[in-house]
């Protein structure tokens, strides 16, 4: 399966289904940077800022947060539960179908 389907849901509430390669080794933060979605990842996906912030509508089974993440989303804006790092959650087959919201800007 080369390509997933991932909803996003821009922060006007309008939603975007971007087709996913799965080869290529790309996150979610520069998917949506592909579509030109407004997610900045200023770090360039270092998980070292919260630019890329997203909520995780859907109920995919996740890899865990790593502490640089975990760290990150302590000094976020805007943190609620399903808060993730778009940077963290890298394309693979499993994804599909994942459905997220972009958290409001800082």
């Known amino acids: 399966m080369p390509d997933i389907l991932v909803t996003v849901i821009d922060r006007e509430g309008k939603e975007h289904q971007l087709e996913a390669p ?7 933060m520069e998917v949506c940077r592909m579509y030109q979605l407004p997610v900045e990842g200023r770090c360039g996906g270092m ?11 859907s109920d995919h089974s996740l890899p865990e ?10 000094q976020a804006f805007f943190v609620k539960d399903n808060s993730r790092l778009g940077c963290q959650l890298h394309i693979h087959p499993e994804l599909d179908g994942l459905r997220v919201q972009l958290a409001p800007e800082a």
């Open 22 to 28: 799965t080869d290529m080794n790309l996150n979610l």
């Open 47 to 57: 998980a070292m800022c919260a630019t890329c912030q997203v909520y995780v509508l």
């Open 65 to 74: 947060v790593s502490d640089a993440e975990l760290d990150m989303l302590d």
